[in-house]
């Protein structure tokens, strides 16, 4: 019967685990705001940008776009085509923050995202998209953002060196470093309701877990009950 005693108070001390993983990650976070830009923090905020949802965000999509239309028409079709394809646009995203990273630090420019402190969609919306050209500075304040562009007309750049020469030249570079801008304006917004999305998941799953641990409680408590309950032959057979 201790067993079952033992791992009812196991289960009932899961309840809250998904609750602290919460407050835990809001505490770093916090934390993490007030801290300065450091060497260290520049490169945590590198190393995580690298298999982000942003990250997707900048290479799959436009993989399976260009693959689906053939672009560029020299690489072909086929696996290896489309393995060519995800490379570079990857390339692009790893040398886009490269720059943005080193830019970033010579310009005093805060590399984290900061969230809008204001309330309602379209505020927070018009904030995210207006740090991709004014952003915070390392010392607390505002500046210009040189960095992002930087990194995306920089990134375009240096990718017409492994592209075909029909996608080379200042005007592709002009026109696809603007559409790559549009999509880190994309990945400013992602940033800014990300976390939103990521609490409700983790309060959804804070709450199913809350709810199977307390029916692992009470089924465990129900039968130890039934244990000490149900009634004992004695030795002629007799119940005591």
Known sequence: ???????????????????????AAESASAANANSKPDFRVRA??????????????????????????????????????????????????????????????????DPRYFASTDKGIWK???????????????????TVALSMPAGVFGAWAVATQWSPPDVQGPVEILKWGSFGMLMKVGGNVLHEFWPDAKRMLLHRHAEATRNHR????????????????????GPSGTSR
Not at 1 to 23: P, R, T, Y
Not at 81 to 91: C, D, E, T, V
Not at 214 to 233: D, E, G, I, K
């Open 214 to 233: 307390a029916a692992q409680t009470m089924r465990y408590w129900s039968s130890v009950a039934s244990l000490t309950s149900t009634p004992r032959p």
């Open 124 to 142: 927070r919306t018009k904030h995210a998209v207006g740090t991709a050209f004014v952003c915070r500075s390392s010392s607390g304040g505002r």
């Open 44 to 109: 945590d905020v590198f190393l995580k940008k690298l298999v982000s949802p942003q990250a997707f965000l900048e290479t799959v999509p436009g993989t399976l776009f260009d693959h689906a239309r053939n672009f560029p028409e020299d690489w072909g079709r086929g696996p290896d085509a489309f393995g060519m394809r995800f490379g570079s646009q990857y390339g692009q995203f790893v040398i886009s923050e490269l720059i943005v990273s080193g830019v970033s630090a010579l310009h005093h420019e």
């Open 1 to 23: 019967m201790s067993v079952f005693i033992l791992f009812g108070l196991l289960a009932g001390s899961g309840i809250s685990l998904a609750d602290d993983e919460i407050k």
